[in-house]
């Protein structure tokens, strides 16, 4: 099931009046798993302070499939991820642990900033390198299917 990123577990504070964990925190908990790969690409928060290159997100496509609630522990998975000079593309899922359901999706289009004068950059040699390898490495697990944001990639 492709590429386990982050487990978490739903707190009290994640959750509303009905009971469930709140649509923001389901956004929380993907950027938590985000966060993990943004860091593998050197895109992540030591990128960010370090370098002052990182990556701001420009679109989402969100599903709400199964709620969770207080105490479930959710798995976060990438399940696609792309790029071309300056985008990166990535779908996560989120899967109830106990249940092995699905609970929720997002896929991703994100732009590569330079933080010094906050424009969009090109990625460095290195990071489409290490991105490729990855890529090459895990695309016979990833899917393809229901993606809004392909076609937006300039390839």
Do not use: C, P
């Amino acid at each position: 099931m492709s590429v386990l990123l982050t487990t978490k577990k739903i707190i009290k504070e994640w959750t509303d009046y009905n009971n469930h964990m709140n649509l923001s925190y389901y956004i929380l908990v993907f950027d938590m798993g985000a966060e993990v790969i943004l860091s593998k690409f050197q895109m992540g928060e030591h990128s960010a302070k370090t370098t002052k290159k990182s990556t701001m997100v420009v679109e989402t496509h969100t599903t709400y499939n199964n709620e969770v609630k207080e105490g479930d522990e959710v798995d976060v998975f990438l399940t696609h991820f792309d790029h071309d000079k300056k985008r990166i593309h990535y779908k996560l899922e989120m899967h109830d642990k106990k249940k092995n359901l699905l609970s929720a999706t997002t896929e991703v289009l994100s732009l590569y900033i330079d933080l010094n004068v906050r424009k969009v950059a090109e990625f460095e040699e290195e990071k489409k390198t290490i991105m490729d390898d990855f890529i090459n490495k895990n695309k016979s697990i990833f899917k393809s299917d229901n993606l809004h944001f392909a076609n937006k990639l300039k390839k």
